[in-house]
């Protein structure tokens, strides 16, 4: 992660903890252990109060937390409401920022309707997907990490596990590509100073399911 857990950005430990939150659910999803379910909801909590890709990373979640609640249904007790309590924070914050001086960022700018644009413009669409391919392949490791990946999955067996880990981290980085094609900004610009910090949560994701999955 380098100097992403120093300068500023929030990115570094966004990957921290989103690593920390998804292996941990994934863990509760397979073997029912309660108190997994609620290490990673405080783990996602705090993802949530980092940056807005908190929520982009909450929706990849969402992926092996529904398999866990279909497994373990029988399992649930009231009780288990309690753990919305690390949601309170962000929850807070959602309904007092509409009051606030600050900026909007990303949210507010019509991603959705852009990149929907964007989708069925096809020379535009052609150049994002090329510029965002080329600055992944030349700023970070996420190209090489996906295909060692899907190379060491196949290789060792696709178990539950890695299918979690994997669908997850595709889901994020499906996000994080229907974000940069409704991008409001000045586009090449925008992936180039941020796609090596914005990527690092996927990416770590990955590699450590590597180191998992060897023998």
Known sequence: LGDQLWNGYQDGWLALYGCVGLFALVHWSLTGERQYLVFASVSLAMCLCLKNEGQLLLVAALIPFLFGARQHWKQWRTRDLLIGLSFMPFILWALRKPYLPVGEGLEGSGLISRALITLFDWPELMHRLSVLVHD??????????????????????????????G????????????????????FDFHVTTSIDRVSLFPTLLLLIAIIDMMP
Do not use: M, R, W
Request: hydrophobic share 55%.
């Open 136 to 165: 992944a392949a030349t700023d970070t490791f996420l190209l090489e990490t996906v295909a060692a990946f899907t190379i060491i999955a196949l290789c060792t067996g696709l178990t539950k596990h890695t299918a979690l880990i």
């Open 167 to 186: 669908i997850s981290a595709l889901v994020y980085i499906a996000g994080l590509t229907a974000v940069y094609l409704g991008s409001p900004y000045d």
